[in-house]
T-cell receptor, first 116, second 116 residues
Framework: DGGITQSPKYLFRKEGQNVTLSCEQN?????MYWYRQDPGQGLRLIYY???????QKGDIAEGYSVSREKKESFPLTVTSAQKNPTAFYLC???????????????FGDGTRLSIL | AQSVTQLGSHVSVSEGALVLLRCNYS??????LFWYVQYPNQGLQLLLK??????LVKGINGFEAEFKKSETSFHLTKPSAHMSDAAEYFC??????????????FGTGTQLKVEL
């Protein structure tokens, strides 16, 4: 079955450490997104990418970095500059760009990041 | 800028009762609208979407929503609640004119509790 796979499901970060969250999709979707979810705040967009080798900052990009070297992969790195990284991170993808804005985003099952 | 307001962060209903979850949006043009459901420690699952066709949209699990332009609303309803409906529900809006990756703006969510 096609879908979005996020790994690991749980991740712990030590102070001063960078950690990378994996997101892989086999839906052949062009666009991919990373969201951060905190209780009572809904989802906030961190980064998004419409095509390979291109990505844009979302609303809360500070302290995060991404890459898009392959269509199916969009890893997120939480750097030591992110002072409050404890949250639930969701990856999403969407079919097509340009004229396909009505297509919904599809989500993975998330990674929960905590500080040791 | 577009925005989404979900009235009531927590809603409690009895099993078999009507479910009504409220969503109001702010957008300069008729947007695309989505309702998602999230079960604990999982990603978001699409319930239904409005993309300027019929104003009454039917989704999965017996849910439906009606787009009312005059009220800038897209409330989610289900005639008879089931225990399995207990989850968090998110309304999201996409402005068809922004293009640029079809970013979704999410509401802060409504936690639905279903009681016996």
């Amino acid at each position: 079955d096609g879908g979005i796979t996020q790994s690991p499901k749980y991740l712990f970060r030590k102070e001063g450490q960078n950690v990378t969250l994996s997101c892989e999709q086999n839906l052949n979707h062009d666009a991919m997104y990373w969201y951060r979810q905190d209780p009572g705040q809904g989802l906030r967009l961190i980064y998004y990418s419409q095509i390979v080798n291109d990505f844009q900052k979302g609303d809360i990009a500070e302290g995060y970095s991404v890459s898009r070297e392959k269509k199916e992969s969009f890893p997120l790195t939480v750097t030591s500059a992110q002072k409050n990284p404890t949250a639930f991170y969701l990856c999403a993808s969407r079919a097509g760009t340009g004229g396909k804005e009505s297509q919904p985003q599809h989500f993975g099952d998330g990674t929960r990041l905590s500080i040791l | 800028a577009q925005s989404v307001t979900q009235l009531g962060s927590h809603v409690s209903v009895s099993e078999g009762a009507l479910v009504l979850l409220r969503c109001n949006y702010s957008s300069s043009v008729p947007p695309y609208l989505f309702w998602y459901v999230q079960y604990p420690n999982q990603g978001l699952q699409l319930l239904l979407k409005y993309t300027s066709a019929a104003t009454l949209v039917k989704g999965i699990n017996g849910f439906e929503a009606e787009f009312k332009k005059s009220e800038t609303s897209f409330h989610l309803t289900k005639p008879s609640a089931h225990m399995s409906d207990a989850a968090e529900y998110f309304c999201a809006v996409s402005d068809p004119l922004t293009g640029g990756g079809n970013k979704l703006t999410f509401g802060t969510g409504t936690q639905l509790k279903v009681e016996l």
